[in-house]
């Protein structure tokens, strides 16, 4: 069983930054697949970044402004927000996959909004 942890969000202007991070209770250094997904208000949850034994994969829609990492040593995967937007608004949930079984964070509210 694996837990997950998100933090970082928060009220930000259009134009600025956050960092998430997404603890988890194990060591991931065996888990081959985590990242972030989003859920804008009314809508589907979407893909925001994943690595996958090491490949990272950024949604076309936050490519070139969004960044992900992962920090073995600390158990955490992060994600680095710039240029936010109004449509970044969303609740952001950590993903972690290991064994084919998927786990998710609680999520944490990002809004970008003046």
């Known amino acids: 069983q694996v837990q997950l942890v998100e933090s970082g969000g928060g009220l930000v202007q259009p134009g600025g930054s956050l960092r998430l991070s997404c603890a988890a209770s194990?060591?991931?250094?065996?888990?081959?697949?985590m990242g972030w997904y989003r859920q804008p208000p009314g809508k589907q949850r979407e893909l925001v970044a994943h690595?996958?034994?090491?490949?990272?994969n950024i949604a076309d829609s936050v490519l070139g402004r969004f960044t992900i990492s992962r920090d073995n040593a600390k158990n955490t995967v992060n994600l680095q927000m710039n240029s936010l937007k109004p449509e970044d608004t969303a609740v952001y949930y950590c993903?972690?996959?290991?064994?084919?079984?998927?786990?998710w964070g609680k999520g944490t509210l990002v809004t970008v909004s003046s």
């Open positions: 194990t060591s991931i250094r065996n888990i081959y697949t």
């Open positions: 993903k972690a996959t290991q064994y084919g079984i998927s786990y």
């Open positions: 690595i996958i034994n090491g490949v990272t």
